[in-house]
């Protein structure tokens, strides 16, 4: 059993700053990435970024320069630093770990935290 638990969203007005975490717990093995996900009503989920357990990172273009994502191998837990925030990075942010078992990639998802950005 996997879980993963978020925290961190919340309301912040528009150039604010949130910090997301998520903590993987269970029989989990390797985790291979570890990032976040964004879901905003009427949109497809987007990638926002991820990061591989070598610290190599990946991250939307909309959110390059404003994001940084981190981890902490060791306590299994990812982090999404958010700094001048817009409007349209409202959305529920979902972890998501990616953790490879012989030659299969299993995806695992949190519940989603929801960030709003009022203007």
């Known amino acids: 059993q996997v879980q993963l638990v978020e925290s961190g969203g919340g309301l912040v007005q528009v150039g604010g700053s949130l910090i997301l975490s998520c903590a993987a717990s269970?029989?989990?093995?390797?985790?291979?990435?570890m990032g976040w996900y964004r879901q905003a009503p009427g949109r497809q989920r987007e990638l926002v970024a991820d990061?591989?357990?070598?610290?190599?990172?990946n991250y939307a273009d909309s959110v390059k320069g404003r994001f940084t994502i981190s981890r902490d191998n060791a306590k299994k837990v990812v982090y999404l630093r958010m700094n001048s925030l817009k409007p349209e990075d409202t959305g529920v942010y979902l972890c998501?770990?990616?953790?490879?078992?012989?030659?299969?990639?299993?995806?695992?998802w949190g519940q989603g935290t929801q960030v709003t950005v009022s203007s």
């Open positions: 990061i591989t357990s070598g610290g190599t990172t």
């Open positions: 998501n770990i990616k953790v490879v078992r012989w030659t299969t990639t299993y995806d695992y």
């Open positions: 269970g029989t989990i093995g390797t985790i291979n990435r």
